[in-house]
C-alpha cells in the first residue's frame, strides 16, 4: 500500500472521529476495501457467501495500470475478507497488460471467470476465461488463448433458466455469443445487439455514439425479465438499464440507476440478490487519493419496485447493513476487516492471507460481533521479525472499551508464527469490535487469524 493511502487512513480517521463526535457512534463501511483500490465489482452468491470479484488499480495511477483480480468474500455484508489475488494479467500466457473488468459464474462445481485483457501478439483487448474448482482460486487459463477477440471489453456472463449460458461484452459495441455447457467455447458466431435509442437512450454531443450504451454490461434474469445494467455516456459516467423479454433483446431503455456521482468518471454495476436482500455494487473515488484511476468498490441494499423496475441508488459512506452478526468463537482470519486504519494484506506462509504492516494506533474495527453471554479469553496467531507490540480489543470504537490485551512477543520473523492468548472481560452482547495495535515504533507484528473462547 503506498504510503498516499496510509496517509489518507489519517485523514478518514480524522474524518470519522469529527463526524462521532456529530453524528455519535455510526461509522462509514464504504468503500468495501481501505487497503487497496478497487474497481470493477462482480459479485457473485455462492454456498450462503458473497464473494467479490474486483480489478486493482496501482496506487498513484494515471491511467487504467490494472495488474491482477483480486477476490473478497462475506457472509454478512459488512465484514468482508480478503482473498488476496487468484489471478493476474501473468495467469493468461498470452496476454501483456490491462486486467479490466470482468465477471465469474459457477456451473457444474466450477468457477469461470471472465476477463477483458490485452492480447499481446494483436494488441487487441480480448476476453480470456480462467477457471478454478473454487470460488477464491487459484484460476488457471481454461483454454491458454483468447475466448474471443474483437477489441472490445468487459464481459458479463449470464445463464437462462434453460441451462444457455451467453457472454456479452463491449465497448463501443454490445455484443453477445451463446457459450456451449462447458463454459470454455461458444456456438454460432458474435452476434451485435442493435444500439438503439429506444433501446439503450439518448445521447447528445457524440454522433458516433448516439445511444447512451457505454459499456460495462451486467446481465441477468428477475421474475422472467431479463436486465441489462450498464455505465453509461462517458464522461463521466452514470449508472443506466434497460429490459427485455429474451435474452437478446429487444432492449427498452429504462433509465438511471445510479447518477454520476462519487468522483471516479466511470462506474462500474454488478447485482445480487442475498439473503432475501438486493444490492448494488459499483466504485467511486471515495479513498482518499482516490479518483478515475484510483478507484473504490462500494455497495448499497436496495429493493426493486413493484413492477420490477429499479428505484435510483445513491452512493453512501454507510453501505449496506450487515446481515445477522459474526460469531468470534470460531476462527476468523485476520482479514476479514469491516474497517481499517494503516495495514495491509500479503499471502500468509501458513495459506491464506495475513495483516501485516501494522504501526502503533492502527486498528482493525469488524462490526457486529456477537459475544453473547461473555468471552473468557482470547487467542491469536501471531508473527513479528521485530520486538511485537500489543494487540488491544476494544468495543465501539478505536478508543472504546478495553476488553482485553494481548502482547505479541518476537518470534524472529514475519512468516514465524506463534499462538498467543490473553484474557478477556466485560465482552458481552453484541458489539463492533475493535483491534487496535500498539507498540514501538516502525512495524509490530503480522496477524493470521483470530478466535474467542468462552461465550
Ligand atoms: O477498469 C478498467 C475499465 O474501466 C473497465 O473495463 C471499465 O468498465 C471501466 O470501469
Redesign the pocket.
Known amino acids: 500500500m503506498a504510503s498516499a493511502l496510509r496517509r489518507a487512513g489519517l485523514v478518514i480517521v480524522a474524518l470519522l472521529c469529527t463526524a462521532t463526535v456529530i453524528t455519535g457512534p455510526a461509522r462509514a463501511d464504504n468503500p468495501i476495501v481501505q487497503t487497496i483500490y478497487t474497481?470493477?465489482p462482480a459479485p457473485l452468491v455462492h454456498n450462503g457467501r458473497v464473494y467479490l470479484y474486483t480489478?486493482h488499480?496501482e496506487d498513484g495511477s494515471t491511467y487504467?495500470t490494472?495488474k491482477e483480480w483480486r477476490v473478497w468474500s462475506s457472509a454478512d455484508m459488512v465484514n468482508w475478507t480478503d482473498h488476496g489475488s487468484p489471478m493476474s494479467v501473468s495467469t493468461f500466457a498470452w496476454a501483456s497488460a490491462?486486467a479490466?473488468?470482468g465477471q465469474t459464474i459457477e456451473r457444474n462445481g466450477k468457477f469461470y471467470w471472465y476477463v477483458?485483457v490485452k492480447d499481446r501478439a494483436s494488441g487487441q483487448m480480448a476476453i480470456g476465461v480462467g477457471v478454478s474448482t473454487s470460488p477464491t482460486g487459484p484460476f488457471t487459463d481454461a483454454i491458454g488463448r483468447p475466448l474471443v477477440r474483437n477489441g472490445e471489453?468487459?464481459p458479463t456472463v449470464f445463464i437462462d433458466d434453460n441451462g444457455q449460458a451467453y457472454l456479452y461484452w463491449g465497448?463501443p459495441n454490445l455484443w453477445y455469443v451463446r457459450l456451449n455447457a462447458d463454459m470454455i467455447s461458444y456456438s454460432g458466431s458474435p452476434t451485435q445487439i442493435p444500439l438503439t435509442t429506444a433501446g439503450f437512450g439518448t445521447r447528445t454531443g457524440n454522433a458516433s455514439r448516439p445511444t447512451l450504451y457505454e459499456?460495462?454490461p451486467w446481465i441477468f434474469k428477475r421474475n422472467g425479465l431479463y436486465y441489462n445494467v450498464f455505465?453509461a455516456r462517458c464522461c463521466s459516467?452514470f449508472i443506466a438499464y434497460s429490459t427485455a423479454p429474451g435474452p437478446t433483446g429487444p432492449w427498452t431503455y429504462r433509465g438511471t440507476v445510479m447518477p454520476t456521482q462519487g468522483g471516479s468518471f466511470?462506474?462500474?454495476a454488478g447485482i445480487v440478490d442475498f439473503n432475501g436482500g438486493s444490492y448494488f455494487f459499483y466504485?467511486n473515488g471515495a479513498l482518499p487519493g482516490g479518483g478515475g484511476y484510483t478507484?473504490s468498490v462500494a455497495v448499497e441494499k436496495f429493493t426493486y419496485n413493484a413492477d420490477g423496475t429499479i428505484p435510483t441508488i445513491t452512493m453512501t459512506t454507510a453501505g449496506a447493513p450487515q446481515v445477522g452478526t459474526l460469531n468470534p468463537y470460531v476462527r476468523q482470519e485476520a482479514e476479514t476487516i469491516a474497517w481499517e486504519s494503516g495495514v495491509e494484506t500479503e499471502r500468509a506462509s501458513e495459506g491464506g492471507m495475513n495483516v501485516g504492516w501494522i504501526e502503533n494506533g492502527d486498528y482493525i474495527k469488524v462490526k457486529g460481533v456477537a459475544f453473547g453471554s461473555g468471552a473468557t479469553s482470547f487467542t491469536a496467531r501471531v508473527a513479528s521479525a521485530s520486538s511485537g507490540g500489543r494487540i488491544e480489543l476494544r468495543l465501539d470504537g478505536a478508543n472504546g472499551q478495553l476488553v482485553g490485551t494481548c502482547t505479541v512477543p518476537g518470534t524472529g520473523g514475519w512468516q514465524t508464527w506463534t499462538t498467543v492468548t490473553c484474557p478477556v472481560s466485560g465482552a458481552t452482547g453484541t458489539h463492533d469490535l475493535y483491534f487496535r495495535y500498539a507498540g514501538g515504533s516502525g512495524y509490530l507484528f503480522n496477524v493470521n487469524w483470530w478466535q474467542f473462547n468462552g461465550g
Open positions: 474497481a470493477d480489478g488499480d487504467f490494472m490491462d479490466w473488468a477483458p471489453i468487459d465497448n459499456e460495462g455505465a459516467e466511470t462506474n462500474h466504485h478507484r
